[in-house]
C-alpha cells in the first residue's frame, strides 16, 4: 500500500461540515434554525421553556400522564413538573423492561435572579439588587440591555407573569460600569474583581414623584409596577423575578452560520430534543426527553435532574404497562445533551486543540466532563462511546470529540453523573459554543442541526 493508501485507511481525517453539504442539507438547517431561533425568543427561562413545551406537546397529541392511565405503544404522554421542568415520552413497541432511549437538557442558564428584598433608593436613583445564578463573568453584565422575566405569587393568592424589556415598546434595564477615565484603582483588579456581585445592581428609574420624602424615585417605581401587574414591594419575597439580556437570538457573521443568543445553554440542546421527540413514530424502545432545572447550579431542587420527580414519572410509566422501573433503568440509555466549549483561536493556550470539539464538525461528545481528574465526571465505559458511536455512524450524524478545555484549566459538569448514578448507561453529547455564559453566546447552525438529528437517532435506536 502507498502512504496515501495507508493514511486513508488508518487516519482520522474530520471535515467541516460545509465540505459536502448538499442545497437541500442547506435548506433543512436553515429552516430548522429559525424554528430554533423562535423558540429562543419565547423562552429565556425555565419557565418560559417549560410552558412553550407543554402547549407545543398538546398541540402535537401528547397528554398529561395520569397514574395508573392505559398506555400503548406509540401514546404520547408528558408530566409537567411544577411549571419548571418537564418530561415527555412516546410509548415505543418494546416491553419497558428492555430499557427506554432517553435524551436530557436543561432549559435554565446563567443570569441574575432579585434578592428577596429587591428595591431601593441610593442618591435619587431607584434599583434592584441581585443575587447571580450559575457561573457567570460578573465584568460581562454591566451596560448590556438587560430585561426580566418571573412571576410573582401576590398576597391575594393570585399569581402574575412579568416580562418587561423584550417588547421594541419596552424599556430595558441596566447595570452601570464606571466611566474609564475614573477607573485607575478598578483596572488594576482582576476580572473577578473588577465588577463584585454586591455592584450587579439594575438601575429601576430616576424620575422622583413630586413631594416630599426620600424615597420618591423608588415610590414612583412601585407605583408603575403596581399600576401594570398589581403587586406591592411584600410580593417581592413570593417572586422569581429574574434579570436576563434582552433581545433576541440573532445570525452572526456576514456569513450567517452561527446563531448568537442569551442561553443556547442548553435550550440549544433542548429544543433538538423536543423536536425530535415530535417527529417519532412508534419507536422501538420507548423514548423519553427531560428538560430539566437547577442544572447551572448543581441539578438539586425538586425540578433539577437529582430529584425523584423523574423517576416518579418513570415509574408511572412502568406501572402503567407492567413493568419494573429498576429493570427499565437498567437497560436504558441516556445521551446527557449538553452544551460543551468550541475551540476558540482567541483563547487557544486554553484548549487542547487536538481534543476540544470545533464549530462546525457536529454535535461534541464528551466520554467525560468534570474537572482535574474527571471529577465529577460519570466518564462512559468504552461499551456507551461505541453505542452513541454506533447509532450516530448508523444515522449518518456528523458529530466530533470534544474535552472541555486543556487538563487543569477548569471544567464543568452536566447532568450526565445524576443520570448515570440511577443505574443508567449515559453518554454527554451536544453542541459546541463560544463565549459560553455570557450575555451572548454563539452557536454554529450546522452543529445545531446535527444535535436535532442526533437526538432523533437516538430517540430511533
Ligand atoms: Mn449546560
Ligand atoms: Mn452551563
Redesign the pocket.
Known sequence: MTNEELRNSLLRAPKNGYAEMTDEQRKAMNDYCKRYAAFMDACKTEREATAWTVEAAERNGFKALVPGMQLQPGDRVYRNNRDKSIMLAVIGSAPINDGANICAAHTDS?RMDLKPNPMYEDSEIAYFKTHYY?GIKKYQWPTVALAIHGVVCKADGTKVTVTIGEDDNDPVLVVSDLLIHLSADQMKKTLAEGIVAEQLNVILGTEPLQGEGSDLVKLHVMKLLNEKYGIVEDDFCSAELTIVPAGKCREVGLDRSLLGAYGH??RVCAYAQIESMFSLGTPKHTAVCILADKE?IGSVGVSGMKSQAFDTFMQDICDSLGGSLNRCFENSFCLSADVTNAFDPNFAETCDKRNNSLLNYGIAIAKYTGARGKSGASDASAEAMFHVRKVFGDANVQWQTATMGKVDQGGGGTVAAYMANRNIVTVDAGVPVLC??APMELVSKFDCYTTLLACKAIYEA
Request: proline content about 14%.
Open positions: 446563567p450559575g445553554d442548553d447551572e459560553m455564559h
